[in-house]
């Protein structure tokens, strides 16, 4: 997957434009990816590659109450932190 800019600079933000008869919906697996390298671009390093986190520092993700309560959060937290 190349043609996106940092999350910081507007999640998945395109860099080529694209013409919509090229456009086509992403499968599953290429969203995966994406899902993947966000991660591991802007989550990795506080909340670890495993979503443990660090103790005392960074909360983990796996099994996160905050998150298990309402599985929108972390979509919000994703697209607005």
Same mark, same amino acid.
């Given at each position: 997957m190349t043609g996106f800019t940092s999350p910081k600079e507007g999640l998945f933000k395109p860099c080529l /434009?694209? #013409?919509a008869e090229d456009a086509k919906p992403l499968t599953k697996a290429e969203k995966l990816e994406m899902g993947k390298?966000? %991660?591991?671009?802007?989550?990795?390093?506080?909340? /670890?590659?495993?979503? !443990?986190?660090?103790?005392k520092a960074f909360p983990p993700l796996v099994k996160s #109450? %905050?998150?298990a309560a309402n599985?929108? !959060?972390i979509i919000q937290v994703i697209t607005m932190a």
């Amino acid at each position: 997957m190349t043609g996106f800019t940092s999350p910081k600079e507007g999640l998945f933000k395109p860099c080529l /434009q694209l #013409d919509a008869e090229d456009a086509k919906p992403l499968t599953k697996a290429e969203k995966l990816e994406m899902g993947k390298a966000l %991660y591991a671009s802007t989550c990795q390093a506080c909340h /670890q590659a495993d979503g !443990k986190g660090i103790e005392k520092a960074f909360p983990p993700l796996v099994k996160s #109450d %905050y998150f298990a309560a309402n599985p929108e !959060k972390i979509i919000q937290v994703i697209t607005m932190a």
